[in-house]
C-alpha cells in the first residue's frame, strides 16, 4: 500500500514529458493518432475496456462511456481556457490506478464499489480529454472526434482482451500487473 501511495504521490509531481507535447496537435489524423501512438493513453484505454469486461460483462461498455463522456468534458474545458492543475500527473497516475483495478477485478463486486471505480474513470478521463485540448490547434472539432473514436477502438480492444482472459484469475493479475509497472515507468520518465 505505501508503494501504491508513493507512486501515486510521484505521479502527481510528474513532468509533463509523457505523450502530451503541449502544441501542434491538430485535425482528424492526429486525433486519430494520438491513442495508439502515446503510451499513457493506449495503456489507460486499454485497461478501462479490460475493467468493463471482467466487472461489467452485461454494461461493457459502461467503463468506456464515462471515460469518453468525462474526456469530452475535459476537453470541452480545456478549449474554454479552463486551468486543470497537474493534469500530466493525474493521466500518469490513472494509468497506475487502472492497472490496479484490473488486477483487483471482480465479476458481481459491490455495486458501491463498481460505482466508485466507474466515478474514478470518469475523474481521470477529464485529466486525459483536458491534456488533449490543451495540445490541440486548428480545427478542434475533428481532433476530439478523431480522439474519441480511436479511444473507443481501443477500450473495444480491452473489452475484448476482457473475454479471453475470464479463465484465467493470473492472466488477469498478470495485465492489471503489467499496466501498474508501464504507468510506474511513465512516471519514472
Known sequence: MKRLALSGALALLAAPAMAHTGHG??????????PFFGADHLLAMVAVG??????????????????LSAMLIGALLGFAG????MAEGMIALSVIL?????????RGQPRLLTAASLATIAAFGTAHGYAHAVEAT???????AGFLMASAVLHA?????ARALVTGRLAQILAGGAVVAAGALLVAG
Do not use: C, D, K, Q
Open 82 to 85: 479552463a486551468e486543470l492543475p
Open 25 to 34: 496537435a491538430e485535425g482528424l489524423l492526429h486525433g486519430l493518432a494520438h
Open 50 to 67: 479490460l475493467w468493463s469486461g471482467l466487472v461489467l460483462p452485461r454494461r461493457v461498455w459502461a467503463g468506456a462511456a464515462a471515460f
Open 98 to 106: 487502472f492497472g490496479v483495478l484490473v488486477a483487483v477485478a471482480r
Open 157 to 161: 480492444v480491452g473489452i475484448l482482451g
Open 138 to 144: 486548428g480545427s478542434a472539432a475533428a481532433y476530439v
